[in-house]
Structures are given as C-alpha cells and as structure tokens.
C-alpha cells in the first residue's frame, strides 16, 4: 500500500504506506509545516485528508496533542445498559484513532526521519516493523510514539512479583502481564507435580515461566501471534527456562496431552479492531469455546486444566450468564474448584468511566477444569 501527494513544485510524490494497526492508506494526502493552524489540521482530518508533516518534529507532537484535545468527545452520549456503554465507548477510541492518526511522519534510509530535531527512532521501528526496505515511506506519528513507548517498555521490562521480582520483557504488539491479579491465581494455586503442562496463548510467555519456576519439568507454550512466540522465547531463556519451556506457533494447542494445561484467554467477546487487540477480544467467544471443546483430547488421564478468566465480559452482558458453565458441560468437563481475585488497577476505581459499574465489581477466577467421570 502507498500514499500520494502533491508538493508545490507539482510533482506527484508517493511513499509505502506504514500501518501496524492495520490502518487502510489515507487516499487524500496534503503536505502541512507549523504555518498551519490546530483549526485547519482538525478540519483537515475528520474530512479523511491525512496531515504528512513537513515542519519540525517537536511541533508535530505539539500539534497532535492539541488535535487530541480538540477530538475529546464534547459529551459522552448516555447508554441505557453497560453493554451498549462499552460499544459507544469503543466506537469512540476508534473514531479518535482514525481521525488522530491522520498525521503524518516520513521515514527514509533505514527508519530515519527527515524532519529538523527528530529523534533517533530506527530500532524501536526495526522491533515494530522490521527492515526498511527501500525508497520513501510514511506512517502515523501517534502510531511511532506507541513503537517507541513499546520500545523502552522492551528495554526495561516489567517487574513480575511471582518471579521474585525478576522482569518480563514484552515486545511490541504482544500482551503485557502488567497486572498481577490472574499471576498471583497462578503462584498460589495447588500444584499436583505435573511433568508436562501446556500453557495457550503464551503472550509474553510469563505463565509458561512460572509453571517453570514452580517445578513443572517440561512444558509446550503456544502463540498463534509469530512477535509473542519470538517474545516468549527470549523471556524463558532470558529467565534460566529455556531447556524447560518449548515456545511453538499453534493455534490453540500443541501435539499431544498434558498433565497440566493453563490458559489466560483474551476474555472480552468482541471484535478485534487491531492486530493489537486479538489479545483482548474473542469474537463470539470462539477462543474460549474451541479452547474448551478441545481440552479434552489434550488432558492426561486424571489431568487438570486452570481457566483463567474474568467476568467482566458477563457483567458488560457481552456473554450470556450461563455461557461459560454450559460450554464447560458441553465438552464434557467438570469444575473440580474455583480460586477468585478483585482488580487492584486503577480503572476499578475510576467512578467517572461508563463501565465502572462493572469493572468495579470485576471478578477473575481459576477455573479448575477436569474431564468429567
Ligand atoms: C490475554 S493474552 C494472555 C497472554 C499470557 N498468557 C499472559 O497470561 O500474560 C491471550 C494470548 O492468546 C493469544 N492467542 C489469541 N488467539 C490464539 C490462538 N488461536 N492460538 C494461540 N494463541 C492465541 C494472543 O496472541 C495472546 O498472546
């Protein structure tokens, strides 16, 4: 995919289109500098004509927050129920992003920018998006400053309590274990010294390191995402897990049966949006269903599975009351216990977002799972 445009000397110009987020290419693209004001960029934008800067880099950023204040909704329609709050606020994170995104950095020579005072950004994009490649190309400066946020997220990592404190490093796109709750379900749960434990949708690979850490002699880890394989394979080698955790690209599950099998799936029934967001969101509960559909042909005799997985998709009557239970009784499996955490993170707490009636009273559980007898 590229984009065009006229400069003023006349001659067309064109760029490969850069967009993780899966961003179709902007078909109207006009050349701006700081002679334009916020108006005029904002009028530019919701009319769908992308912004590609020209003038320096601090005064894209400036502009791009202004932009960001001037496309706060000016007031948030009321919802009757939460379900229909959480699309209307979802719907609006996405009209915000289409519209913000439509500013415009160019990159050339290995992932430079050719604006006066850019920073240095060529390895957090190599991380993102790989080798440049040739020629000219052009992407969405809020989409950058996410590649260089996830960037120095990699460096530092994140501080895992329930690995003594030693650190996971996500890399970018792949689901970050920053809150604890569901790992401290993990550390604490009893543990019937399984030789072999699968643990689906890796991530980060974070639980596959701990059922590491906590003894399990082997286990198989799997990602459909290629970036969280990557990412989990250097975590567990990172952590002294190496030889124990073998990192696979599946859909779902692995070859064979486990003792153990855990899995943390993405929890909300709804569409993803994003390449981002197939962490997050499960279509019809399709992960969740087939997860457990399958489980069966994949436990050990008198093997166990923890679900864990919280209710907010319930509670957001995204999924029926009953759904969970049914599908658990539909694959021939059995609830053989049930361990529960509240959220401690902060939006729990924040009265003033529509869902807070539901986050607030937010329920994550591990489900232990058994075939049934
Ligand atoms: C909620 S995240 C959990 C990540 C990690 N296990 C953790 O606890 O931090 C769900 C993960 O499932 C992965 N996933 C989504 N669909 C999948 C599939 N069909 N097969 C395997 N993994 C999948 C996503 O890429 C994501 O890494």
């Not at 550390?187 to 030789?195: G, S, T, V, Y």
């Not at 166990?304 to 957001?316: K, V």
Request: charged fraction near 30%.
């Amino acid at each position: 995919m590229s984009i065009s445009w006229t400069p003023d000397d006349g001659e067309v110009r064109s760029a490969r289109w850069i967009s993780d987020g899966g961003a179709p290419a902007p078909r109207r693209v006009v050349t701006a500098d700081s002679r334009i004001g916020v108006a005029a960029a904002y009028r530019h934008i919701c009319e769908g004509t992308a912004l590609l800067w020209s003038g320096d880099y601090p005064s894209a950023r400036q502009l791009l927050a202004s932009l960001g204040k001037r496309a706060e909704p000016r007031r948030q329609p009321k919802a009757d129920t939460l379900t229909e709050a959480f699309h209307l606020q979802r719907r609006e994170q996405a009209r915000r992003t289409r519209i913000l995104s439509l500013l415009l950095v160019p990159y050339e020579d290995g992932w430079t920018i050719p604006l006066k005072r850019a920073p240095e950004v060529a390895e957090a994009c190599e991380q993102a998006y790989g080798e440049f490649g040739d020629g000219l190309a052009a992407g969405s400066l809020r989409e950058l400053l996410g590649v260089v946020g996830a960037y120095e997220w990699r460096r530092k990592g994140v501080e895992i309590p329930v690995l003594g404190g030693d650190r996971i490093h996500p890399h970018y796109g792949v689901f970050s274990p920053v809150r604890g709750e569901y790992l401290d379900l993990a550390a604490d749960a009893r543990l019937r010294a399984p030789r072999v434990a699968f643990d689906i949708g890796t991530g980060t690979g974070v639980l596959a390191a701990l059922l590491a850490r906590r003894g399990v002699g082997r286990v198989v880890a799997t990602d459909l995402d290629p970036r969280a394989v990557a990412c989990a394979r250097e975590n567990v080698d990172r952590l002294g897990v190496g030889a124990q955790v073998d990192v696979q690209q599946a859909d779902l599950f692995p070859k064979g049966r486990a003792d153990l099998i855990v899995c943390n799936p993405p929890w909300l029934p709804a569409r993803p949006r994003t390449r981002l967001d197939h962490a997050v969101y499960d279509p019809d509960s399709s992960f969740l269903r087939r997860f457990l559909a399958e489980l069966p042909e994949h436990l050990e005799p008198g093997g166990e599975a923890w679900l864990l997985i919280s209710d907010l998709g319930e509670r957001l009557g995204l999924r029926g009351e009953s759904e969970l239970a049914d599908a658990i009784e539909a694959a021939g499996l059995e609830v053989t216990g049930r361990e529960t955490t509240r959220p401690r993170h902060g939006r729990a707490n924040d009265r003033d977002d529509p869902l807070y009636e539901a986050r607030s009273k937010e329920i994550t559980s591990l489900w232990r799972l058994a075939v049934r007898s």
